[in-house]
């Protein structure tokens, strides 16, 4: 197969990928978000390891391949409870990775870093793992005799490209990616659809292998369980190894917990992605049987591909695709996670100290970047030594350091801190002397020396003399029973701190920090969302909120500032403005679009205040332009017709004088509107308000008589300091616009509660519609031909005066007002004792100011 | 035709005198229902009404067999609302507030073109 073919395939296949991707973020958002994509993406677990490796191991071991899937399998089985939990803690503290559940639950300061650091190195041999897969496949099936690190190189950059361009298109606070989700299921599903097929067609063509296999006594162990202690050993050892590594490998984490939008998902998942890994191994024994018996010579892990090679080109191309985009999913996934981990355990807090934070994105294109170099460093120095599956395996150790600390740390409240930092330091330690370390040696990078140990008891791949374990089972057993070892016991012998007081903090103390760190709006949110928890949980809370934008290394370094144990002053400021310079780099995009946002809104906010004063001024001269006309008209009727007859006469002077007292009222409006919207404060003196109210009344007294309304009160005597004019003008508004809107009746209501003097103007007409309830009280906004500044009035002068207007449900319309009685005890020398209860006998009629 | 009373009266007062037979109307659907049963040479017609507006009372009176004329009233003096009567077919256009000489001389101006 010519490389141009390969290579265009490949583009076209990526290229794919990349639209899946896009249509995750757009249109197919719901689909991204749904329980399939998420059971499907799981399946990044099966990467070009499980595509060519597992046939490989299969045709030199035997069934030891089915270990590293039983192993998730099992784990599934536990998934509620230990999902469920760690699901709730992330979405609590907006955990990205397991380093940061570790230095959450730990807060020691060198944990997250330490974890970072380890799984970055530890994860090298197999981001290694799937160069050497692709490398080799495309130069096997290209018929090329290049070197395989020419091809690994570019390899290495086509990837770490392809991870920039899918994980790091924007910054998300969340750390989602639906779109990536979608490619990945996507991939997942490619897959093992190719898998499958190239399983059965070769089924097909070259004929069922067992019969054949029978006749074959150098292929029986293949078909056996494995034997003897050893054999046991290492089996139970590799479904323990690959459940651990299933929950701890940070791209598992990425996509089950950080990616997971909804906890329902698991259910399905916890069958459908066992269902998965079932599938994809049927046809694994199959082929690995096939190869042995007509491929004999050829590289075992090749199998997939030479396989259909001898049948159809076209086959043997799919099947390429096929281990390309299972590699391709795992790195993109792998590395993307990876450059979290460093951008938020390593790089943020480095540059923070040194306030040299650039662009975040950018920082986490170069950690993927470094990370993709290192693994091809790491190839070029051990890889060809090593069969895929063992690249693999010694990742997945490392990978299981974190589990004694993080595992022991959810379930049992006695770890701590110091424990599990020495059982990190002790199993990492192990695991370079035992695995990382010889596999170089292996290589010829150290000296073969270094196999034998400086000492019998202390070799490398035997410790303790121990001998016929294989190098993984004998490393993974020694390095995490160091590990458990030691976080157990130093952990029972280190005193558990008391639950640090540290953490607590005054909710005001900590709004401003947020305030001052991610803006005023955070600030605000938290307050409205912390008011009412205790110290600790409002600073949990703010911690969590700082974790999501900056890291919790970063944010438990801010918290201190806002808690007891207050760091120096200047290193204090240094942080905060350094991480403020991260955040607004964030958030740069996200507050154009806002600005953008809301300038468009205050626009159209004036053109609507600017278009509503217009329509004042239309109304105001419509008001005042109509009764103009009849007084202008009446009185050049009474000018001009002396001699009308005395009944008509009276009637035209009668209109002629209510239009007058039209004209005067509404230039009282218009006044006092101009008053507040000048601001003078109010002119406050003792009020008799049952004596105010009986004023308006009889004022209205010719308009409800007009009108065939009947006028209804209920008063109490009250007295109260306030602005008498303003009550009144208050009262002549609502009971103008009862008047205007009743049927039959408008009653007046006046009592004291709770301190305060109670109004309530009630008509019967037919209320305020539904609609329109909201803004009744707002400027220009007239729902029966008056000026619309009546209630907008009366709301501002009531709010002047320390009072509350609202409208009642009901039948008819009911304006309630109070206002605050604000009465001194000692007698301002208006008479007025009526109000004090204490002074009985007093006639409430007596007052008045 | 007035939704106030305060302008009712001295128009209905004013256009007796001048000799003429009045009917009053106090929203759109009253005036559409007078002129559906008697013929009219003129109807005075305020543009702000509660209900159906001066614009569609005169939009219907297009549509009437033997259509008055119409003199527009109107406090809301701007052109934008003189040329929409107009264009819907008033004969004249009497801003408010107004004289009774002005009003008394258009009226008489439609009378005497009719």
Redesign the interface.
């Known amino acids: 197969m010519s490389p141009s073919l390969l290579l265009t395939s490949l583009a076209l296949y990526l290229g794919l990928l990349f639209l899946v991707a896009l249509l995750g973020e757009g249109r197919g958002k719901a689909l991204a978000q749904g329980p399939w994509a998420y059971a499907l993406s799981l399946a990044v677990y099966a990467t070009a390891w499980t595509f060519m490796g597992s046939v490989g191991r299969a045709a030199t071991e035997g069934a030891t391949f089915l270990p590293i899937y039983l192993g998730p399998t099992l784990v599934l089985l536990f998934w509620p409870f230990l999902h469920g939990r760690l699901l709730q803690l992330a979405r609590a503290h907006r955990l990205t990775s397991w380093a940061d559940f570790l230095f959450l639950r730990y807060r020691h300061p060198l944990l997250g870093p330490l974890a970072a650091a380890f799984l970055v190195v530890g994860l090298l041999p197999y981001l290694a793992l799937q160069l050497k897969a692709i490398a080799q496949a495309f130069l096997f099936l290209s018929g090329e005799k290049e070197p395989l690190a020419d091809v690994a190189f570019p390899t290495a950059l086509f990837l770490a490209l392809f991870a920039i361009l899918f994980g790091t298109r924007r910054l998300d606070p969340s750390e989602r990616h639906q779109g990536l989700v979608l490619a990945v299921a996507f991939e997942s599903l490619v897959k093992l659809l190719a898998f499958l097929l190239v399983g059965v067609t070769m089924l097909w063509s070259l004929g069922n292998p067992f019969p054949q296999a029978q006749s074959r006594p150098e292929l029986a162990p293949l078909l056996l369980p494995p034997e003897g202690l050893a054999g046991y050993l290492a089996w139970v050892n590799l479904v323990l190894l690959s459940g651990l590594a299933f929950l701890f490998l940070p791209r598992q984490f990425h996509v089950s917990v950080v990616e997971n939008v909804d906890p329902k998902h698991l259910p399905l998942a916890a069958w459908a992605f066992p269902l998965y890994l079932l599938l994809i191994n049927l046809p694994v024994l199959p082929l690995a049987l096939l190869g042995q018996l007509h491929l004999p010579g050829e590289n075992p892990d090749l199998y997939v591909l030479a396989l259909p090679l001898e049948i159809s080109p076209l086959l043997a191309l799919l099947a390429f695709l096929g281990g390309v985009s299972a590699a391709t999913a795992m790195v993109v996934v792998e590395s993307l996670a990876l450059s979290i981990l460093i951008s938020n355990h390593l790089l943020s807090p480095l540059l923070l100290r040194y306030r040299a934070l650039g662009s975040l994105l950018l920082w986490r294109r170069l950690a993927i970047l470094l990370v993709m170099l290192l693994a091809y460093l790491y190839f070029r120095l051990a890889g060809e030594a090593y069969a895929l599956v063992g690249m693999g395996l010694i990742s997945f150790v490392a990978v299981a350091q974190l589990a004694p600390a993080s595992l022991l740390g959810l379930f049992w409240k006695g770890t701590t801190p110091q424990g599990a930092l020495a059982g990190l330091l002790g199993g990492t330690a192990l695991w370079a002397y035992t695995l990382f370390l010889p596999a170089l040696a292996r290589s010829g990078w150290l000296p073969k020396g270094f196999l034998e140990g400086p000492h019998p008891l202390l070799r490398p791949e035997g410790l303790l003399g121990l001998s016929g374990l294989d190098p993984v089972t004998h490393g993974f057993l020694a390095s995490l029973t160091l590990n458990l070892t030691l976080t157990l016991g130093v952990s029972l012998f280190t005193r558990q701190e008391a639950p640090s007081r540290d953490r607590t903090g005054e909710v005001e103390e900590l709004a401003a920090l947020l305030r001052r760190v991610l803006g005023p709006e955070a600030g605000e949110a938290f307050l409205e969302q912390a008011t009412g928890l205790r110290g600790p949980e409002a600073a949990a809370l703010a911690e969590a909120w700082l974790a999501g934008s900056v890291g919790p290394a970063t944010a438990r370094l801010l918290l201190l500032s806002a808690t007891r144990e207050a760091p120096p002053q200047a290193l204090r400021e240094e942080v905060e403005a350094a991480a403020r310079e991260s955040r607004a780099l964030r958030t740069y995009a996200e507050a154009l679009e806002a600005a953008r946002k809301e300038l468009s809104e205050a626009y159209e906010r004036l053109k609507a205040l600017d278009q509503a004063k217009d329509e004042l001024l ?1 109304a105001v ?14 009185a ?2 009474l000018e ?2 002396p001699d009308l007859p005395e009944e ?1 006469r009276r ?2 002077i009668a ?1 002629l004088a ?2 007058a007292a039209r004209l005067s009222r509404l230039v009282d409006q218009v006044l006092a509107y101009a008053r507040l919207q000048a601001g003078l404060p109010p002119a406050l003196a003792p009020t008799d308000l049952k004596g105010l109210v009986e004023e308006a009344l009889a004022l209205v007294k010719p308009l409800s008589l007009e009108r065939g309304v009947n006028m209804e009160e209920a008063l109490e005597a009250v007295h109260a300091l306030t602005d008498r004019d303003r009550v009144l003008q208050i009262l002549l508004n609502l009971l103008h616009n009862a008047l205007r809107h009743a049927r039959r009746r408008v009653r007046l209501e006046l009592h004291r509660r709770n301190g305060e003097a109670l109004f309530r103007v009630v008509d019967d007409g037919p209320g305020v519609p539904e609609e329109a309830r909201l803004r009744v009280f707002e400027p220009f906004q007239s729902f029966s ?1 008056g000026t619309g500044l009546g209630l907008f009035l009366a709301r501002r002068l009531v709010e002047g005066l320390g009072g509350r207007i609202w409208l009642e449900n009901g039948n008819g319309t009911t304006f309630a007002f109070t206002l605050p009685l604000e009465v001194s005890h000692e007698d301002p020398g208006g008479g007025r004792r009526g109000e004090h209860p204490g002074a009985p006998g007093v006639p409430p009629e007596e007052g008045g100011a | 035709m007035d939704d ?4 009712l ?3 209905e ?2 256009l007796k ?1 001048a000799g003429h037979e009045v009917t009053l109307a106090r929203t759109g659907e009253e005036a559409l229902a007078h002129l559906g049963t008697g013929s009219f040479d003129l109807v005075v017609l305020d543009l ?1 009404l ?1 209900g159906l507006d001066g614009f569609a009372v005169l939009e219907r009176l297009r549509g009437l067999p033997t259509r008055p004329k119409v003199l527009v009233l109107t ?4 052109q934008a609302d003189r040329a929409k009567a107009l264009a819907l077919g008033a004969e004249a256009f009497l801003p ?6 002005e ?1 008394l001389a258009q009226v008489q101006s439609l009378g005497e073109e009719g």
């Open positions: 239309a001269s419509h008001e005042l332009k109509t009764p103009l006309t009849s007084v202008r008209a009446l050049e009727i001009a017709h008509e009637r035209f209109l209510k239009e031909g | 106030e009373e305060s302008i009266v001295p128009l007062f004013l005198k702000m509660p406090a809301r003096g701007q408010k507030p107004f004289s009774i000489q009003l």
